[in-house]
């Protein structure tokens, strides 16, 4: 997901969105650990979309206050 999109969500949508990602980034992980993915990079996607996603939510923090 790139940060264009990440900024025209509402913040509600990109909460919910956020603790979707953290959940499927958890099973990936999980799945892994088990028997190997076919595409590992997945993971690092993942990680790195969660901390867009986290990042956004803290600039709209400080920014609103």
Request: charged share 35%; aromatic share 2%.
């Amino acid at each position: 997901m790139k940060i264009a999109e990440i900024r025209e969500m509402s913040t509600t949508d990109l909460v919910e969105r956020l603790e979707t990602e953290v959940a499927n980034y958890k099973q990936i992980v999980l799945n892994h650990s088990i028997s190997p993915l076919d595409n590992p990079a997945q993971i690092r996607q993942l990680r790195r979309t969660i901390a867009r996603m986290k990042t956004e939510l803290r600039d709209r923090e400080l920014n609103n206050k």
